[in-house]
């Protein structure tokens, strides 16, 4: 099945290649050995410098900041305590200014991460409304009286581990946080907090802010009554969240009116873009459930179909095929293989597939994510190859929110895809310049290699690689707008598709392993002659070729039809 080949929108947030930045760890801008928005400012150029020829700029068009409002930092800033204020660890108001001023001259845009299922335990909200049953926002969070026998009100869990419901002297009443106990969720059925979010969102727009990546957008809305949610009949996951049908507390019918109305506020203003991290069961839901039915939810749901995808390019073509057919033709896909929460894709599919070939897999993964349908997101350092940090003593773990499950299982931390942007080989990696502090995490240990200067040194190195890539993305119609078709109807180790608009054919070639002959996996009557080659790990950019008839172990060649 072909999609139409351009969107009726053309919009920055459908051509534009999104980079994630999680501020504590990308640059530290004062010394202290946390990350800031000053360092960010000072990191600009290195993402985009504005210049088209640049030879050191990474060429992308928008940035993700993980969550830089005030914040007691349980949950490492995914936890605010002021929604219309920075966190003094990153900076001020007037350093943000700065950043969204420089990075718009630059052609950056800027999306915030707007955490709004839930608020810090110390927000202003929750401590009004925790003091007493009769205060202007004891409505404003999910409170309930403990069940006759003092037990918890129902058996709602916490996704971070263990029960959901948290005890409150003052009211004599319990609290439910989908996730950390510091973590309330606001109670999204009454209008004044739906109103004060919107104020919160106008607050940035207002500001310049390009758009927001939505935090757990499925759990703002739970069951007006409170109902126990069923259990899954034999289940017997360590994570007792995992043994729950999540149809109470999480994905409710009126989770759709919510978000809707987040986009009606962001349509009152030119331009701006609605991502949302989906948090649902992709066993049981697809994340294109929340493009709405009108178009009026998302602009881009996360799918997590990579991140859970094991390295074969059968899964991955399954998942390709599955997302064309069921992506409505007037919506626009989401393409991302990291992200703050997951171990890194190399750290995932080095390990599963016992690969010795770590640059090569990196270069794959790159073609892979930056040539198909849909806008791509890159989280911090991917673009260097670089990989979960498991060395970090116990000492210096930073991701305090999960808690033990009733098992006493501690789920994995989080801190190892978060280690420092690994900048060049000095001290820390040249991501804090403070001589005697103590970066937030420990910097990995191949920093001396794997390391920006290095590899903007190295012609064939990963960065490289993807500066290429996106220069070659953004300088096609057909790889931006185009339709997708496998050429490939079974695969074993190699991806083959074309991206075509009526005037240009892309062909990606994309070989997991050993030498295959070209014929013998390409099932339609191709015209071999005269290709120009984009990109490869094969043959030098801007000949003129024939298709090869073998492609060699870890081959990526993209060609354009002459
Ligand atoms: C989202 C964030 C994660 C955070 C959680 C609670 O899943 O990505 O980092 O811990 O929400 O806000």
Redesign the pocket.
């Known amino acids: 099945m072909v999609k139409p080949t351009t969107p009726t929108t053309n919009k920055w947030w459908q051509s534009g290649i999104i980079y994630q930045i999680y501020p504590l760890t990308f640059a530290d801008g004062n010394g202290d050995g946390t990350g800031d928005l000053r360092g960010i400012i000072q990191r600009l150029d290195y993402l985009n410098d504005g210049n088209p020829n640049s030879e050191t700029c990474l060429g992308i068009d928008a940035i993700w900041l993980s969550p830089i409002n005030k914040s007691p930092m349980v ?1 490492n800033g ?1 936890d605010i305590s002021d929604y219309l204020d920075i966190c003094p660890v990153f900076g001020t108001l007037a350093d943000f200014e700065e950043l969204l001023t420089e990075a718009h001259r630059r052609g950056i845009k800027v999306i915030l991460d707007l ?1 709004v299922s ?1 608020t810090s335990n110390q927000h202003p909200w929750f401590q009004a409304s925790k003091s007493s049953r009769n205060n202007d926002k004891a409505d404003w969070y999910l409170w309930q009286d403990p069940q006759p026998n003092g037990q918890f009100p129902n058996n709602w869990l916490s996704y971070f581990g263990g029960t959901g419901w948290t005890y409150c002297a003052e009211r004599e009443q319990y609290y439910f946080h989908t ?1 950390n106990e510091n ?1 309330p969720d606001l109670n999204w059925q009454n209008p004044a907090v739906r109103q004060a979010i919107h104020d919160v969102i106008r607050f940035w727009l207002d500001k310049g802010v390009d758009g927001f990546r939505l ?2 957008s499925s759990v703002y809305s739970k069951d007006p009554d409170f109902r126990d949610n069923p259990m899954k009949y034999g289940s017997s996951d360590k994570n007792a969240y995992n043994n729950q049908h999540h149809l109470y507390d999480k994905n409710l019918p009126e989770n759709h009116q919510i978000i809707q109305e987040f986009r009606q506020v962001i349509e009152e203003y030119d331009d701006r873009a609605l991502i949302g ?1 989906t ?1 649902i069961d992709s066993r049981l839901y697809d994340s294109t459930i929340f493009y709405g039915n009108k178009n009026n939810e998302l602009h881009l749901p996360f799918g997590f179909e990579f991140p859970f995808s094991p390295w074969h390019p059968g899964y991955l073509q399954r998942e390709i095929e599955k997302k064309e057919l069921i992506t409505p033709a007037w919506a626009w896909p989401t393409q991302f293989l990291d992200n ?2 997951i171990p890194r894709h190399l750290s995932r599919w080095i390990e599963c597939s016992l690969c010795s070939h770590p640059v090569s897999i990196a270069k794959a993964a790159a073609a892979l994510l930056l040539t198909l349908r849909g806008t791509p997101f890159l989280y911090y350092g991917q673009e260097l190859g670089m990989v979960d940090n498991m060395d970090i003593p116990a000492d210096r773990l930073q991701d305090r ?1 999960v808690v033990a499950t009733e098992t006493g299982e501690l789920p994995p931390p989080r801190d190892g895809a978060r280690t420092p942007m690994q900048w060049d080989d000095l001290p820390h990696a040249g991501f804090s310049f403070g001589a005697n502090v103590t970066p937030w995490l420990p910097v990995h240990k191949n920093y001396t290699e794997v390391n920006v200067k290095a590899e903007l040194a190295a012609p064939d190195s990963i960065l490289n690689f993807y500066r290429q890539l996106i220069r070659v993305r953004q300088g096609s119609d057909a790889l931006k707008w185009g339709s997708w078709k496998t050429l490939v109807v079974y695969p074993h180790e190699q991806l083959a598709y074309l991206r075509e608009t009526a005037t240009e054919t892309v062909l990606v070639l994309i070989n997991f392993a050993y030498e295959k002959p070209l014929k013998d996996l390409i099932d339609l009557e191709l015209d071999w002659q005269r290709w120009t080659v984009l990109l490869s790990t094969r043959f030098e950019a801007g000949h003129v070729v024939d298709l090869p008839d073998n492609l060699v172990p870890f081959e990526v060649s993209i060609l354009n039809k002459v």
Do not use: G, K, W
């Open positions: 949950d995914y955490v839930h996730f973590q935090d757990a991290e948090f703050h929460d929110a």
